[in-house]
């Protein structure tokens, strides 16, 4: 289930929908929401915010900044879709971009930045029953004060030094951590083992970060990865400010 606006949520889920880890921890968010009846709080981080002070022609590679700026128009449309429909809504839309975004075939004519086009959201929108007045919201910046605020309460949590997601655990007063940051989908059984021992470091008050810097490919249809192949390590900083797309 998930809450509206001022009741309690056990998980508050900050996401960028262009991010791929952001997207693999949410897909296992939602297994184990199933199994355990959590109420999740999608919310907003914009991974273009973030680098804003960045110049991306000198720190990313070329195509970063596209993809960036794409996920901050669709956070625009889901800042438009929430005003109108709640967080419900916000929940639909992210899983049906997720999944028309990194679990379906990658498209060779389409760039990173299609995302960010009404061309690309008006079949989501479609899909899920949604206006296509929300297309408006893309090139709409005055969304850009609800997403940034959005975006530094996460980072006010974490620290600055991180990227997407931020999952911050029985909120208010639980911590938040930037993670956990996973590259493959784990089983059913898996999923909520594995949740049991993300929690239980979460509710040691003292415990601050768990981290190594190798890490395989995402394992994702959109990379044109299958589960259990081995993907490339070395070009993977997923949830660092130096984030695939």
Known sequence: MTTSEGSRSD??????????FAWMTSKWVRIVQSQRDYAVEWKFISLRLINSHIDYDAHFPPEYEAGHTAGLRLLRAAASVR???GSEAVARLYAALGTRIFDSAPDPDEDTGFRGTAEFLAPVLDELGLADTHLAALDDSVWDTVI?????AALALTGKDVGTPILHFEPPEGVAFFGPVISRLPSEDEAAQLWDHVVGLARFSGFAELKRSLREQPQLVGFGVADGDVGATEDWHGGSRRQKK
């Open 83 to 85: 005003e109108a429909h």
């Open 11 to 20: 998980i508050d889920f900050y996401f960028d929908p262009v991010c791929p």
């Open 148 to 152: 940034q605020g959005e975006t530094d």
